[in-house]
């Protein structure tokens, strides 16, 4: 069955730390891959997505995700947070042989101390 | 574009009690998805139209829900009989196909509560 994988159901971290939330997906097939952020009382946003092309991706505000097809891996990576960035984190995953629904993580929330 | 809308954004009601929630996509999308989403867990798909009709729907999507979507536009999610178990935050998102993928975009949610 397809699914995804979040590891790590909180993370905690010092402000201007880097931070990396990680991803699994089961299979190797054709996918498509979000993240999405929830943050407190609000829906979700979309971050960022990779479709095709270059594997590593960026979102406006410094977060970066890199698709690893051999490890079905999408871990998305800051190198410096903020306390803004404290939220909750789902990646999401299309495989392209279904009806473009996503299938999500358990999430990662990012805890950002200062 | 203002976005998905959700309508009510909080409902309380008590068990057996029938509810409905209503989403409007952002204008133009003609895909139109439902999920669930419960405490500690990310979204579930329940299922998905394209225009006015119902492509797919989850095995979650007991025969107590039904969803419509008659005119393409605006579409309800409707639980009857509700059950404790059906508590939970009930997403929408839109998109507009773009050649192979669309992007979906949420509203902030309906949040159930069954007493």
């Known amino acids: 069955a397809q699914s995804v994988t979040q590891l790590d159901s909180q993370v905690p971290v010092f402000e201007e730390a880097p931070v990396e939330l990680r991803c699994n997906y089961s299979?190797?097939?054709?996918?498509?891959l979000f993240w999405y952020v929830q943050y407190p009382n609000q829906g979700l946003q979309l971050l960022l997505k990779y479709l095709s092309g270059s594997t590593l991706v960026e979102s406006i505000n410094g977060f970066e995700a890199e698709f690893n097809k051999s490890q079905t891996s999408f871990h998305l990576r800051k190198p410096s947070v903020h306390i803004s960035d404290t939220a909750e984190y789902f990646c999401?995953?299309?495989?392209?042989?279904?009806?473009?629904?996503?299938?999500f993580g358990s999430g990662t929330r990012l805890l950002v101390r200062p | 574009d203002t976005g998905v809308s959700q309508d009510p954004r909080h409902k309380i009601t008590k068990r057996g009690q029938n509810v409905t929630f209503r989403c409007d996509p952002i204008?133009?999308?003609?895909?139109l998805y439902w999920y669930r989403q419960t405490l500690g867990q990310g979204p579930e798909f329940l299922t998905y139209f394209q225009n006015e009709a119902q492509l797919e729907k989850s095995r979650l999507l007991s025969d107590r829900f039904s969803a419509e979507r008659p005119k393409g536009s605006f579409s309800t999610l409707e639980i009857q009989r509700t059950e404790q178990g059906d508590s939970a935050m009930y997403l929408c998102?839109?998109?507009?196909?773009?050649?192979?993928?669309?992007?979906?975009?949420f509203g902030p949610g309906t949040r159930l509560t069954v007493l």
């Open positions: 999401a995953v299309t495989w392209m042989d279904s009806s473009y629904k996503l299938i």
């Open positions: 299979s190797s097939v054709s996918v498509y």
């Open positions: 204008s133009e999308h003609n895909r």
């Open positions: 998102a839109s998109s507009l196909p773009h050649p192979g993928i669309d992007t979906q975009y």
